[in-house]
């Protein structure tokens, strides 16, 4: 029995439950109106759920709980390449399905980029896929769905994957809401 939300989310992603605000008080890791400032890259915000970019780049981010999710509000980038939000998926669920979907809500209050990637993790490295759509975040509440194929050439000899949110510009302040795998 999976012991995280997230954690259901990725081995049953058919029957996957939205991130939502009474289950993310649940897994967050973070305290009530509590506020992490810079944390190191790498880091767990929710059981599953990381926030991650280069180290000693000069980032400058605070990530909080709020009643709408989970706010990332990000000064600068510095001079890190990546600022990513990621959780794992079962390789086997891929395996077994032709698309990946994934459902988002998100507040912002101003512009930012998302782009979503399936990493698969192979025996000599990894190999990322970019799907084509991207989040384009305008100010206020979005939803939407994006899809992506999933490359059985890769699932067939990959150990792992995970899935990575990657954030464009140099600054941003946007609240997760909802995020919800889903496999076609």
Not at 144 to 154: E, N, Y
Request: with cysteine; net charge negative.
């Amino acid at each position: 029995m999976p012991d995280t939300l997230l954690e259901t989310i990725c081995l049953s992603p058919s029957k996957a439950t939205p991130l939502t605000p009474e289950a993310r008080g649940a897994e967050c890791l973070l305290g009530d109106d509590s506020t992490v400032r810079s944390p190191l890259p790498r880091f767990e915000v929710c059981r599953g759920l990381w926030v991650d970019y280069a180290p000693d780049a000069g980032v400058e981010t605070d990530i909080s709980q709020t009643a709408e999710g989970l706010r990332f509000s990000t000064h600068t980038t510095g001079t890190s390449p990546w600022y990513s939000l990621s959780f794992d998926i079962d390789i086997n669920a891929l395996r077994d399905s032709d698309y990946l979907g994934i459902k988002f809500d998100l507040t912002s209050s101003g512009p930012a980029r998302l782009r979503v990637c399936l990493r698969y993790h192979l025996a000599d490295g990894f190999r990322d896929s970019f799907a084509k759509e991207v989040i384009v975040l305008t100010g206020g509440v979005q939803s939407g769905l994006i899809t992506h194929p999933i490359q059985s050439v890769l699932t067939s000899d990959a150990l792992g994957s995970e899935v990575l949110l990657f954030v464009e510009g140099r600054s941003f302040d946007f609240t997760l809401g909802g995020l919800h795998p889903i496999l076609i």
